[in-house]
Nanobody
Framework: QVHIVQSGGGLVQPGGSLRLSCATF????????IGWFRQAPGKEREGVSC????????YYADSVKGRFTISRNNAKNAVYLQMSNLKPEDTAVYYC????????????????????????WGQGTQVTVSS
């Protein structure tokens, strides 16, 4: 069965860190672009960070640049979002998603900013940053 399982969410104080993980099943991870998205109540969905297949080119939203790091371990069928110096405005449900993006037709920036319909989605995990 093709699916993605997320873990790593939780409650953290401002300035703290969390690492979100996605484990993928049923497809070849290294052929897929990965996106991390978040959605907070009353806010539009935001593409947080994306990483390409192959070259591993990355994109970060300005709101998280310098604080978050996206990575992938294809041998472990896993992708990660390391979040540091968390702020209350980071509170949201976070989703990871995978898309083949054949021939890289969509740029890495647009995979986050103007994303196509992704092929597969994780179930989401809540991140709450609060004191």
């Amino acid at each position: 069965q093709v699916h993605i399982v997320q873990s790593g969410g939780g409650l953290v104080q401002p300035g703290g860190s969390l690492r979100l993980s996605c484990a993928t099943f049923g497809f070849t991870l290294d052929d897929y672009y990965i996106g991390w998205f978040r959605q907070a109540p009353g806010k539009e969905r935001e593409g947080v960070s994306c990483i390409s297949s192959g070259d591993g080119v990355t994109y970060y939203a300005d709101s998280v640049k310098g604080r978050f790091t996206i990575s992938r371990n294809n041998a472990k069928n896993a992708v990660y979002l390391q979040m540091s110096n968390l702020k209350p405005e980071d509170t949201a449900v976070y989703y990871c998603a995978a898309d083949r993006n054949p021939f890289g037709i969509t740029t890495i920036q647009n995979m986050c900013v103007m994303p196509p319909p992704y092929d597969y989605w994780g179930q989401g995990t809540q991140v709450t940053v609060s004191s």
